[in-house]
């Protein structure tokens, strides 16, 4: 039921961006509506081969790409990128940030599928040592906080740019990342050493959509070269 409302404000927003000819907005918004549709076809998938872990991760990856397009349909909308404070070794280790916090969803997906919530006991799980998927994991969360940590700092001591409010803007979206992933980090904890009760795998699946939206607005908004003319 949720697929319609989606479809239909994916459509509503279709026709937004043709009724205001921003070409460069037109296949962003056209992806969200395929995506959606594409959705739909992996559900179906999903249920075919019983729940099994790769097709429900599936799932989920396509759901962060769309997240990723609705954050740049979003962000262009705002005429955004503009002029970025950071340098170009900010730059890359923004990237980095952002490439960890993927490969971190996609390891979780691993974690979840290796995990006892499978949707029911006969749903099909993966043959590893969960514990060793969810170190894997933990350690890959500890590795994103040192590079996001990096990135307040180049942030942080960057010499003034010719946009001051910029950078200003940049660290209050980087402290609203910091925090989201400290939320997130002990959400997991908490997770692990409680038995990974239901409630609290909800709570990180929202937390994971917030850290992901977080890092997707931190990338798009630090794609621009430094020295470009502000919009």
């Keep these: 039921m949720l697929t319609f409302v989606l479809v239909a404000l994916a459509i509503a927003t279709f026709v937004w961006v043709l009724k ?3 070409k460069n907005l ?3 918004a056209l992806l969200q509506i395929l995506g959606i549709l ?5 559900g179906g998938i999903t249920v075919l081969t019983k729940l099994n872990p790769a097709a429900v991760a599936s799932h989920l990856i396509l759901s962060i790409f769309l997240i990723y397009g609705a954050v740049l349909l979003n962000e262009r909308s705002r005429d955004y990128p503009k002029a970025s404070p950071l340098t170009h070794a900010g730059v890359l280790v923004v990237r980095v940030v952002f490439s960890l916090t993927l490969l971190v969803i996609v390891v979780g997906t691993v974690v979840t599928g290796t995990g006892p919530h499978a949707g029911d006991q006969a749903a099909p799980r993966y043959n590893f040592d969960v514990r060793m998927v969810t170190w894997l994991h933990a350690d890959l969360v ?4 040192g590079a996001i ?3 307040y700092l180049l942030l942080k001591l960057a010499p003034i740019s010719s946009s001051p409010e910029a950078r200003t803007n940049h660290l209050k979206l980087v402290k609203t990342f910091i925090i989201l992933v ?3 980090g002990g959400i997991g904890y908490l997770q ?7 409630i609290l795998v909800g709570f990180h699946l929202l937390g994971l959509s917030l ?3 977080t890092a997707c607005k931190l990338l798009v908004r630090t794609s621009a070269r430094r020295d470009a003319k502000l919009s």
Excluded: H, N
């Excluded at 594409?38 to 992996?42: A, E």
């Excluded at 500890?142 to 906080?145: E, G, P, R, S, V």
């Excluded at 692990?192 to 239901?198: D, K, Q």
């Design 20 to 22: 205001t000819g921003r």
């Design 26 to 28: 037109r296949l962003l």
């Design 38 to 42: 594409g959705q739909g076809v992996l």
């Design 142 to 145: 500890i590795a994103l906080c």
């Design 149 to 151: 940590f990096a990135m």
């Design 182 to 184: 400290f939320i997130q």
């Design 192 to 198: 692990y050493f409680t038995g990974v009760p239901i």
């Design 211 to 213: 850290v992901w939206l």
